[in-house]
């Protein structure tokens, strides 16, 4: 019934139909069984390169979740995400991330830290900095090479507790970035709230840059805000060369998106990052310099 209806790309979310209740009762049930009887056996996690503009090299890769049903259908997580907050189940998501994503890292390269998703609903229900010391101790990651995104949401549980928890991440060594800064929820309260040391510019700003007038200005104001908060911004849903010299234009000096790597199966990330350097080597040679 409702499961039928979702789309199975999860790598176009913009494009689907939201999914109803019927489907999202269906969801929460899946997911229960999939999290807490299949001792999460049926998601695997894809990672998605973030480019550092002045040293032309990837600095990191986003852990991003994946979830296949038993029947081979693929559910997206701008689909299951939000039923696992609102259902108190995104904690086994994340802790279960969490730990892959740091497992993983520690075979790639010293210079890739390994960006991983964190519900705010999350940091309100488990002891995060707990959480993350145990990762780190279990792979071995330097604390440096983890960073942690957090989703920019107008209810933050229990701000408080966040901003603690944040304030010990940071002294461990960990980066903190809001994720999805600018997508209209209260961007610049949360980030004077909360001791960020990184944001993420929403896709949907990268999207208007080129085809909405207002687009460059509002970007050139949120990235002012941040530079003068002391924050380094990384500018998502990078899809075009015309979004790249726009971002690039503005001072934006690390990116990541379609333009330079889809998220890929751990096998495949060395590849993608050779890719994604020899690209952006490409887009920031001099006009007519020979290749
Ligand atoms: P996000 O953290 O903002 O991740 C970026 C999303 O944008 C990813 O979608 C990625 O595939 C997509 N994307 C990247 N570049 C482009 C581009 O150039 N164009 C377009 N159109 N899309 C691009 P994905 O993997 O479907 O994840 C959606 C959201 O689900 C994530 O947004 C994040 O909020 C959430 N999520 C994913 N994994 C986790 C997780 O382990 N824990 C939690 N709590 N949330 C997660
Ligand atoms: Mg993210
Ligand atoms: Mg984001
Ligand atoms: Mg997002």
Same mark, same amino acid.
């Given at each position: 019934?409702?499961?039928?209806?979702?789309?199975?790309?999860?790598?176009?979310?913009?494009?689907?139909?939201?999914?109803?209740?019927?489907?999202?009762?269906?969801?929460?049930?899946?997911?229960?069984?999939?999290?807490?009887t299949?001792?999460?056996?049926?998601?695997?996690?894809?990672?998605?390169?973030i480019?550092?503009?002045?040293?032309?090299?990837?600095?990191?890769?986003?852990?991003?979740?994946?979830?296949?049903l038993?029947?081979?259908?693929?559910?997206?997580?701008?689909?299951?995400v939000?039923?696992?907050?609102?259902?108190?189940?995104?904690?086994?998501?994340?802790?279960?991330?969490?730990?892959? $994503?740091?497992?993983?890292?520690?075979?790639?390269?010293?210079?890739?830290?390994?960006?991983?998703?964190?519900?705010p609903?999350?940091?309100?229900?488990?002891?995060?900095?707990? @959480?993350?010391?145990?990762?780190?101790?279990?792979?071995?990651?330097?604390?440096s090479?983890?960073?942690?995104?957090?989703?920019?949401?107008? #209810?933050?549980?229990?701000?408080?507790?966040?901003?603690?928890?944040?304030?010990?991440?940071?002294?461990?060594?960990?980066?903190?970035?809001?994720?999805?800064?600018?997508?209209?929820?209260?961007?610049?309260?949360?980030?004077?709230?909360?001791?960020?040391?990184a944001?993420?510019?929403?896709?949907?700003?990268?999207?208007?840059?080129?085809t909405?007038?207002? $687009?460059?200005p509002?970007?050139?104001?949120?990235l002012?805000?941040?530079?003068?908060?002391?924050?380094r911004?990384?500018?998502?849903?990078?899809?075009?060369?015309?979004?790249?010299?726009?971002?690039?234009?503005?001072?934006?000096?690390?990116? #990541?998106?379609?333009?330079?790597?889809?998220?890929?199966?751990e096998?495949?990330?060395v #590849?993608t990052?050779?890719?994604?350097?020899?690209?952006?080597?490409? @887009?920031?040679?001099?006009?007519?310099?020979?290749?």
């Amino acid at each position: 019934r409702g499961i039928t209806r979702l789309a199975l790309s999860p790598e176009a979310p913009a494009e689907r139909a939201p999914v109803d209740i019927a489907g999202r009762m269906t969801l929460h049930n899946l997911l229960r069984e999939a999290l807490l009887t299949a001792g999460c056996n049926p998601f695997h996690l894809h990672f998605q390169p973030i480019l550092d503009l002045p040293s032309g090299r990837v600095m990191a890769f986003e852990a991003l979740v994946r979830w296949t049903l038993l029947d081979g259908q693929r559910v997206a997580p701008s689909d299951f995400v939000p039923v696992a907050e609102q259902s108190g189940l995104v904690p086994h998501i994340d802790r279960w991330v969490l730990m892959q $994503a740091c497992r993983a890292a520690c075979s790639w390269p010293e210079a890739w830290a390994v960006s991983v998703n964190m519900s705010p609903a999350t940091v309100a229900l488990l002891d995060v900095v707990e @959480l993350v010391q145990e990762a780190l101790a279990v792979s071995g990651l330097p604390p440096s090479r983890l960073r942690l995104e957090i989703t920019e949401t107008m #209810q933050v549980p229990n701000p408080q507790r966040m901003s603690e928890a944040m304030q010990a991440l940071r002294a461990l060594g960990v980066t903190v970035a809001l994720d999805d800064f600018g997508n209209g929820y209260a961007s610049v309260t949360n980030l004077r709230r909360f001791p960020f040391n990184a944001v993420k510019l929403d896709r949907s700003l990268t999207a208007g840059l080129g085809t909405d007038r207002q $687009a460059l200005p509002v970007v050139r104001a949120m990235l002012d805000l941040t530079q003068a908060l002391g924050l380094r911004a990384v500018a998502e849903g990078v899809e075009t060369d015309g979004q790249f010299r726009l971002l690039h234009g503005l001072g934006v000096s690390r990116m #990541q998106g379609f333009l330079f790597g889809h998220p890929v199966p751990e096998e495949e990330v060395v #590849q993608t990052a050779s890719e994604a350097e020899t690209l952006l080597a490409a @887009l920031l040679r001099p006009e007519g310099a020979p290749g």
